[in-house]
């Protein structure tokens, strides 16, 4: 499940999630969660990032060994991205209007 968030398969994380029951609640050795590895990467996949959302929320508050939460390993190139997507996702949760 990591090594799919960290390289962006969302078909495979579906997979691992419908097919086989994986968790996506789990950590590794570094108190990271499949979400801290969907930020963690070369070019970001907010479907995938919005799929672990989705199925819980509570992730984007977990704090790794060194007290990171997920959006912290996001890149400094891709923090405007990140930023808009959970405008985005965040409305559409609530119903608010971004703008």
Request: glycine share 8%; with cysteine.
């Amino acid at each position: 499940m990591h090594m799919a968030c960290r390289r962006g398969f969302l078909d495979v994380v579906n997979v691992l999630v419908a097919e086989a029951g994986v968790t996506i609640c789990r950590c590794d050795n570094m108190g990271r969660t499949p979400l801290h590895d969907a930020f963690w990467t070369v070019t970001p996949n907010f479907e995938l990032v919005h799929t672990l959302i989705a199925l819980d929320r509570r992730l984007m508050l977990v704090c790794d060994k060194r007290g990171h939460t997920p959006l912290g390993y996001a890149r400094n190139e891709h923090w405007d991205a990140c930023c808009k997507f959970l405008d985005e996702f965040w409305a559409s949760a609530t119903g608010e209007v971004v703008g």
